[in-house]
């Protein structure tokens, strides 16, 4: 899986966003997975 700080992810959320759209992403904070950012296709499959 793909994975991006919070730091970059404060930094360029758009981009982050516009990769979500092809894949989920994991966002790390030290390290660690914190969340995990997903397109809205994808979101909407879940529920």
């Given at each position: 899986m793909t994975t991006i700080s919070?730091?970059?992810l404060k930094a360029?959320?758009?981009a982050?966003?516009?990769q979500a759209?092809?894949?989920?992403?994991?966002?790390l904070s030290r390290s660690k997975?914190?969340?995990y950012l997903v397109g809205k296709d994808?979101?909407?499959k879940l529920l």
């Open positions: 919070v730091s970059e360029n959320p758009a982050a966003i516009n759209l092809d894949y989920p992403l994991a966002v997975v914190k969340a994808l979101f909407e």
